[in-house]
Structures are given as structure tokens and as C-alpha cells.
């Protein structure tokens, strides 16, 4: 059975840092399988924030973290990785990570097909 299963969220001040991370199971991160980070606010769509696809040459991020967040994944760990960087407080949401298996990414929540439960984030002073 594969599972996901985030860790690392918490309480942060505006301008401050957080590493998220995605731990997978149940399949091999050395296999063509896409990580997708998503987050989701009180009230609000599920949002893609960006993707990595196996070797790390496909990378993708929505043009409100560009600069401020960097995906990526360690294999033989089976584990990816968000660095979220000078966070503001409309980042505060649910994060998410997600898998596919596919060679190119798309930050695309309704092409995700296993999820993982979620941790929050809270970006406040």
C-alpha cells in the first residue's frame, strides 16, 4: 500500500523558515514517481505549489513561492522535501505532499492520485 506522510509543519514568524518534509512507502522514490507539494487554506481550492519528478531535472513552482520555496528529494531516503523560506502569512494552510507515477510534472492537485494527511503551517508573529 502506498502512503505519504508529511512532517515538519508548525508555528512560524512572518519572515521566518520551515522544512517540510514527505516521507513515502510502499514504493521506491528511485522509480519515476512525481512529488507534488499542494496547501490548503480555511475557505479556500487546494493549491499546487510545485513538483520534482525523479531525477530532480523536472522542477515546477507557482509564481507566488518562486524564489522563496525549493522542492527537492533524496531517493535512497525515499523522501522529499520542501525548504519554505521568508514565509508570509497568506502562506498559512494545510500542506500537503502527493505522487504519481510519470516523468514530467504538472502542479496539477486533480492529477495526483495518492495523498498524504496533511500538516499545518501557521505563519504568524
Known amino acids: 500500500q502506498v502512503q505519504l506522510v508529511e512532517s515538519g509543519g508548525g508555528l512560524v514568524q512572518p519572515g521566518g523558515s520551515l522544512r517540510l518534509s514527505c516521507v513515502a512507502s510502499?514504493?521506491?522514490?528511485?522509480?519515476?514517481?512525481?512529488i507534488g507539494w499542494f496547501r490548503q487554506a480555511p475557505g479556500k481550492e487546494r493549491e499546487g505549489i510545485s513538483c520534482?519528478?525523479?531525477?530532480?531535472?523536472?522542477?515546477q513552482y507557482v509564481d507566488s513561492v518562486k524564489g522563496r520555496f525549493v522542492i527537492s528529494r533524496d531517493n535512497a531516503k525515499n523522501t522529499a522535501y520542501l525548504q519554505m523560506n521568508n514565509l508570509k502569512p497568506e502562506d498559512t494552510a494545510v500542506y500537503y505532499c502527493?505522487?504519481?507515477?510519470?516523468?514530467?510534472?504538472?502542479?496539477?492537485?486533480?492529477?495526483?492520485?495518492?495523498w498524504g494527511p496533511g500538516t499545518q503551517v501557521t505563519v504568524s508573529s
Open positions: 520534482i519528478n525523479r531525477n530532480s531535472a523536472n522542477t
Open positions: 502527493a505522487t504519481i507515477r510519470a516523468h514530467l510534472c504538472r502542479v496539477v492537485p486533480e492529477w495526483f492520485d495518492v
Open positions: 510502499g514504493l521506491s522514490l528511485s522509480d519515476p514517481y512525481i
